[in-house]
């Protein structure tokens, strides 16, 4: 099911105020995330971020995925407010330096992971304040050249179903619905490495977060080179 | 410290790279075009949600021989194929484009 096709079966519910209207845009969050090809490799990012993050420190994995949350929301409520010029965030003149912009910040995070292993803990705590904003800004960034387009998408019809709900409140429950799944990813790393209390692995843990990102830095290069 | 230059040493070498690649890229003659002659043709596609979307659609159809360009306009969700007729015709384009699992509409001139 495409996005389009969510929105012709259950959009007519958008012309109305009601509370299922909001509930129908998170969905189509949810649904956007599911038919975008970037959420697999990202998803796997952030699980292996927060993952790491929480075998050194209670917490802090949480605190990693609920930053990523934040920016992807953050990213669609300021852009849902200037919807007349989304479209300059949708060229492929964009499209290269986005997805080159998400290749060398996972490349930065993929060393950062890497050099993790070889750290003390009380080195780590420096690297894990940072930890925070690069999360929240790596989910404004993803967020920019990921989730623009079915926000575009969305209102367009909200407008076309002749819907006086305002964008504000859209892009929010859009937002949500986008960014659950990696919140839901990020939090379930965490309470697995909580649970299993696997310190003694933080190291092959620092090791796979790495190559997960170095996998996403190598994704977004190849999507870099197909837009040249 | 030490590790924080290496890193930023690095990211500043990746983006020298690409840079050099870029100008490379664009500094490239392009070959003479064949006899056969070019048409445009406009199709819609449904299903493209991301910058990664357009760059997957894009990579596919400049590999299908008689391609010449590919423009994806992702906010008004079409794309404009310059193609030499003969080589390849519309319904591959769009045999191409559903195979991804995105939905392509019929193709205007």
Redesign the interface.
Known sequence: MTLEEFLRRFGSVLAGHSFWGLGIVLMAGIVASAVCPCTLPVGLGIAGVAGASESKSRRTGFIIAIAFFVGIVANLVIVGGMAGRLGALLTEAFGRYWSLAMAVMSLGAAVVAFRGTRLKADQLGALRRPGFAGAFLYGFVFSLGTSVAPLLVLLTFAAAQRSSANGFALALAFGFGRGLPFLLVGLFAGVVMRLARVASWRRAIELVSGCALLFVSIYYARVFAALL | MR?FVL?AI??VA??LG?GFF?HA?QGQVQPPTSQLQTRVVTIPV???????????V??TLKTINGVAEV?????G?DLRVEYLEGKVSPDQLVSAINRLG??AGPPKA
């Open positions: 590790w890193t690095l990211l990746v983006a690409v870029v890229r449904e299903g493209m949600v991301c910058l990664a979307c357009t760059a997957r894009k990579s423009e994806v306009n992702l906010a969700r995105y939905r």
